[in-house]
């Protein structure tokens, strides 16, 4: 039985109360949502030690971090740091985008490590045991590898089934073309065997897979745009369309759905991507990688798509893919791991105080108070990096017991000269 299945029976499962205690809601909250597809919670039984996330509109904004060997560099000890630091800094879910080889040693070192939500790309590991030869990438192969990784206790799976070989035309008229890894080798793959996407062919089998295992299937976006001059353009709707279809699909099989979302999108441009998605899938939970809204900013692009990602979870995106500083230029570092991931828990939390969720903006205004009462430790307690923020403040030469920072000094504080004037205000009224 699905979480979806159990929603549509009636069913409060296990799962749906610890999420509904993260939430704060009711359990039967959580089950409506789900049952109506508007929220997924991805939760495969062979998952030992999970800790339930739920995804959706109606809840708390998620962070999905995104680590993984390249076949250049790291191994498997850097992964597992970068997945502790991704945890550490609060990651709601994590992907295994590994390539090479052995790849389901590492993973089953990476689930055992991880209590939250964890996600894969089954294509890459079976193109990696392919060899690298499209020739040997049959679809069997592809089935073996998906039914391996469910058993195993992958909760979530990027599938790239929406991309058909109708659209790679249409991508060949891009500037950056497809940027996507998996678009990028099913693109290929169809060319040299001249065939439909395999995924396609055996989407059945994949959904029987998915169901036995309880696999959130990720609808992957082979098509999205890799910089703005080709947001938003017939090939990214085409696949999108056709995603849509796929939801239908999911849904009759009692399989959980979710959709990925564009990468690089103008800002303008934002609300009317997500507005689509919203309306063309069903209501179904967007997953965004950004959107990163400007292409001149290597480097920064933790930042570039931290904007984006404010404004796509403001509209409708229910987890954010994060971006690291090293995004577009190399494999991240574990430091570049946790700026992405605090970077995107500010997106996320900002969109839920503007959202108005409920008691989203709580620790705003116990932060604030603290501020105001120059309570240091308090304010490094509510940060969402504590650490870096009392780092910051020692490196000032200020100590926790002054009732001024570096910046102002004692003479300009406002803060101190405010309340200075409250207290001798109250005072003459006294008198």
Known sequence: MTQYKQALNGEISPAMEVAARRENVAPEFIRDCLANGTAVLPANPAHSGLRPVVVGRSFTTKVNANIGRSTEQSANSAELEKLQVALDAGADALMDLSVGTNLDLLRRDLLAQCPVPFGTV?????????????????????????????????????????????????????????????????????HHHKRENPFQSRWNEILDICSRHDVTLSLGDGLRPGCLADAS?????AELDELGRLVTQCRHQGVQVLVEGPGHIPFNEIQMNVERQQKICQGAPFYVLGPVVTDIAPGYDHITSCIGATMAAFHGASLLCYVTPAEHLCLPTADDVKTGIIAFRIAAHAADVARKLPGARERDDALAHARKTFDWNKQFELAL?????????????????????????????????????????????RK
């Open 233 to 237: 353009d017939p090939a990214q709707f």
């Open 122 to 190: 089954p294509l890459y590991e079976a193109f990696s045991k392919a060899g690298g030869n499209i020739d040997d990438l049959t679809e069997e192969f592809l089935l073996e590898v998906i039914s391996e990784q469910a058993e195993q206790g992958v909760d979530f799976m990027t599938i790239h089934a929406g991309l058909l070989s109708a659209h790679v035309p249409l991508a060949s008229k891009r500037v950056m073309g497809i940027v996507s890894r998996g678009g990028a080798l099913l693109a290929q793959w169809m």
């Open 385 to 429: 990096d504590g650490e870096t923020a009392r780092l910051r403040h020692q490196q000032g030469r200020c100590h926790q017991d002054d009732g001024h920072c570096s910046m102002c000094g004692e003479d300009f504080c406002a803060v101190r000269k405010f309340s200075q004037l409250k207290q001798e205000a109250a005072s003459g009224i």
